[in-house]
């Protein structure tokens, strides 16, 4: 199984909502990332958990939270978003930030904010 | 900072062409590099990923070679087909634990 799954597909949130983007993953792997990516553009990161700890954030703005509970799931909980945040999320993992690994994408989460 | 350039930023070919697309990345500290397919609004596939200890990488019509002293790569693709339309990325496996994404070309097979 080299899949990473992510939910939901669409989602479309007004500026006021609270909501959650999941994503999930059943190879063992210890590092998972959350990217960004606006239309024609090439996936931005925004943070990497390390064996389920915050390893990198990329200055991202704290209307986005990411939260890891456990080694095969990550989330990432919007609240306050502006229509600017509309993009495609993206989750990632491989087996190991700081190792020769590969990394595997889910299908993302497409995202409108209204 | 590990910056990651690809050309072309676009090309459109006839069925059949054999065709070559380059990334460039300026810091050698790399793991590795990943060749990936982005097909509209979807996610990322990946189609070959060389170590950094690696010269090449083949999978099917698909040949991805790497020079990292230069710090390029090219992804090779043979007898191209329509249904290998999409925009493909590259990615650098940095030292600093993240990916980097060159900005990609789109490729367009015409029947």
């Known amino acids: 199984d080299t899949e990473v799954t992510q939910t939901p597909k669409h989602l479309v949130m007004g500026m006021t909502n609270k909501k959650s983007l999941k994503c999930e993953q059943h190879?063992?792997?210890?590092?998972m990332y959350w990217y960004k990516q606006k239309a024609k553009k090439p996936p931005e990161l925004m943070f990497v958990y390390s064996y389920e700890k915050l390893s990198i954030n990329e200055s991202v703005p704290s209307r986005f939270s990411p939260e890891c509970p456990n080694s095969s799931l990550l989330n990432l909980h919007l609240h306050a978003l502006q229509p600017e945040d509309s993009a495609l999320y993206l989750c990632?993992?491989?087996?190991?930030?700081?190792?020769?690994?590969?990394?595997?994408f889910g299908q993302g989460t497409r995202l409108t904010v209204v | 900072k590990q910056e990651v350039t690809q050309i072309p930023a676009a090309l459109s070919v006839p069925e059949g062409e054999n065709l070559v697309l380059n990334c460039s990345f300026t810091d050698s500290a790399i793991y590795n590099l990943q060749w990936f397919r982005q097909d509209p609004g979807k996610g990322l596939t990946s189609l070959l990923l060389i170590q950094s200890s690696q010269r090449e990488q083949t999978s099917g019509r698909l040949n991805a070679s790497l020079d990292k002293s230069s710090g390029r790569s090219t992804l090779y693709i043979a007898a191209s087909q329509p249904g290998d339309s999409a925009t493909y990325l590259c990615a650098v496996h940095n030292y600093g634990q993240n990916f980097v994404f060159g900005p990609g070309t789109r490729l367009s097979v015409l029947p």
């Open positions: 190879m063992g792997h210890r590092a």
């Open positions: 990632a993992s491989s087996q190991d930030p700081a190792q020769n690994t590969e990394a595997f």
